[in-house]
């Protein structure tokens, strides 16, 4: 027989438990986790969840237009380039630049 996966039910129940305890018109404390296969559930929404990376967890905050999107869609795990100027010999133009 095969049997449910346990982790995304103890995320959820985690979650539950977090939104119970946490004072009313104020967002629940912060869950991580590593579980960034699992699919956001409308149970879930107002949630507050911390999505592992690889180096560090973002935080993230569950909303409605989230459901049915992983939650690793919204922890980027790597850094986008900042591209500066070129450098020199990057380009066959930079041959004909004087080095002051």
Known sequence: TK?????????????????????TGEKPEAIRTHLRNMIVVPEMIGSVVGVYNGKSFNQVEIKAEMIGHYLGEFSITYKPTLHGRPGIGATHSSRFIPLR
Do not use: N, S
């Open 3 to 23: 049997k449910k996966k346990k982790k995304p039910y103890a995320l959820i129940k985690r979650l539950r438990k977090a939104k119970k305890e946490a004072p």
